[in-house]
């Protein structure tokens, strides 16, 4: 009895295991080519920057690749954010990296409950706040990037380097 329980509790995590170890993809889903693509500043890598392929020829174009860059400026596309890869076709590829510089008010004032002193509250924390473009904006645009990037079948890699660094004011408003 005893023996049972423990391949029991063995056999359930490695059959959880098998049985999410890939997601189906849609039917009308083009095939997926495994794609990477490196992001560098001034040669070095960019973490945290948010990359997207967005096709040439189709805005409209529903499957969409992209992801986010890790420590090594790396970023393994995923279509849909779910899917391992990217379409085959040509692409401007979209980069950015906005920072925030969070309100000494949102970290050492609660927000107050009375509804106008909530106003001042949100009012001093909006003009407090900050947000920054890390990459210079152009490449943040799909048509204003000068990023190409053609996915063929196979393993596709490709470095981009986005050039200065930069610390550019968002000048959007910013609220909670």
Not at 84 to 104: I, L, N
Not at 135 to 156: F, H, V
Request: proline fraction near 7%; charged fraction near 25%.
């Amino acid at each position: 009895m005893r023996r049972a329980l423990i391949v029991a509790a063995l056999a359930i995590p490695l059959l959880t295991l098998a049985s999410c170890g890939g997601r189906k993809t849609p039917p009308d889903m083009p095939k997926l080519q495994p794609t990477t693509i490196t992001i560098t500043q001034e040669g070095a890598p960019v973490e945290g920057a948010n990359v997207q392929l967005v096709k040439k020829d189709d805005l409209n174009y529903k499957w969409l690749p992209g992801g986010i860059t890790d420590a090594q400026g790396v970023c393994v596309v995923k279509t849909q954010g779910l899917y391992p890869g990217a379409p085959e076709g040509d692409f401007q590829v979209v980069v950015y990296k906005t920072t925030r510089m969070e309100s000494e008010t949102r970290k050492n004032v609660p927000e107050p409950t009375n509804p106008a002193e909530a106003k001042e509250w949100i009012k001093k924390v909006a003009e407090e706040e900050k947000e920054y473009e890390e990459i210079d904006p152009k490449y943040k645009k799909y048509d204003q990037t000068d990023l190409t990037i053609t996915i063929a079948s196979g393993k596709n890699a490709q470095t981009f380097d986005v050039g200065a660094k930069v610390h550019i004011e968002n000048k959007q408003t910013l609220t909670k």
